[in-house]
């Protein structure tokens, strides 16, 4: 589903993704680990074209390394930012009408779908955005991006900041939509990641520098000393 080749990202003089290689296959997770300042983040922007990158970006067999991010959106490739960023004086219900910009005539369909996979969300419909906990904010941020009919899910950080009662809420959901969509995972809890991941990268210093099957990474010495606590 997503081929990225030689994706080089610079902030000035400072090189934050150095020429990196990464593929995700339809109906799978793929994991992207790694310590803050390694270049997960600006890794998910530039694929969505919204830094300025250098290489390849090819999602479901069309070269999208120059479409706008609006475009790469309403082609089926949707990202779940980091910190959610949902709009929090809008209602629970607009902000998902705001993921459906490209959608609105199938606005209801795609609502109750939603609704179905996040039955808390249909409870605080009218609720403002801003009200709700970290872990219904995470859920409507999902939410939102399910809203424009993604092919391909691209999730930067959904654990960050919420209790482990509600992180295993929100990996059990992203497990669940592998069964419909693929996922890149960007993920500072390694642990978790690589538990429901098929495979998986680590990213030091804006280069991959390890690759395996997710549980090969699990039991490796290196990775275990590094992001897993030993």
């Given at each position: 589903?997503?081929?990225?080749?030689?994706?080089?990202?610079?902030?000035?003089?400072?090189?934050?993704?150095?020429?990196?290689?990464?593929?995700?296959?339809?109906?799978?997770?793929?994991?992207?680990?790694?310590?803050?300042?390694?270049?997960?983040?600006?890794?998910?922007?530039?694929?969505?074209?919204?830094v300025k990158?250098?290489?390849?970006?090819?999602?479901?067999?069309?070269?999208?390394?120059?479409?706008?991010?609006?475009?790469?959106?309403?082609?089926?490739?949707?990202?779940?930012?980091?910190?959610?960023?949902?709009?929090?004086?809008?209602?629970?219900?607009?902000?998902?009408?705001?993921?459906?910009?490209?959608?609105?005539?199938?606005?209801?369909?795609?609502?109750?779908?939603?609704?179905?996979?996040?039955?808390?969300?249909?409870?605080?419909?009218?609720?403002?955005?801003?009200t709700l906990?970290?872990?219904?904010?995470?859920?409507?941020?999902?939410?939102?991006?399910?809203?424009?009919?993604?092919?391909?899910?691209?999730?930067?950080?959904?654990?960050?900041?919420?209790?482990?009662?509600?992180?295993?809420?929100?990996?059990?959901?992203?497990?669940?939509?592998?069964?419909?969509?693929?996922?890149?995972?960007?993920?500072?809890?390694?642990?978790?990641?690589?538990?429901?991941?098929?495979?998986?990268?680590?990213?030091?210093?804006?280069?991959?520098?390890?690759?395996?099957?997710?549980?090969?990474?699990?039991?490796?010495?290196?990775?275990?000393?590094?992001?897993?606590?030993?």
């Amino acid at each position: 589903m997503l081929k990225v080749k030689d994706l080089t990202v610079n902030y000035g003089v400072i090189a934050a993704v150095r020429g990196i290689d990464l593929n995700v296959k339809a109906g799978t997770i793929v994991t992207l680990i790694g310590a803050n300042g390694a270049g997960k983040t600006s890794t998910l922007n530039a694929i969505v074209n919204s830094v300025k990158k250098s290489g390849s970006v090819v999602f479901d067999g069309i070269d999208i390394s120059k479409m706008a991010t609006h475009k790469i959106v309403k082609h089926g490739l949707s990202l779940v930012p980091e910190g959610r960023k949902i709009f929090i004086n809008l209602t629970v219900e607009e902000n998902l009408r705001m993921g459906a910009f490209n959608n609105d005539e199938d606005f209801e369909n795609l609502r109750n779908v939603v609704y179905d996979k996040f039955p808390r969300l249909k409870q605080k419909i009218n609720q403002a955005g801003g009200t709700l906990s970290g872990g219904e904010q995470q859920m409507l941020a999902i939410g939102r991006a399910l809203m424009s009919k993604p092919r391909m899910l691209m999730l930067d950080e959904p654990s960050l900041g919420l209790a482990p009662k509600i992180i295993g809420e929100v990996f059990e959901i992203i497990t669940e939509l592998k069964n419909d969509i693929p996922i890149l995972l960007i993920e500072q809890n390694a642990f978790a990641a690589l538990k429901i991941a098929d495979y998986g990268y680590v990213l030091e210093n804006g280069s991959i520098t390890l690759s395996d099957e997710a549980q090969n990474l699990l039991g490796n010495d290196e990775v275990r000393a590094k992001y897993l606590g030993g």
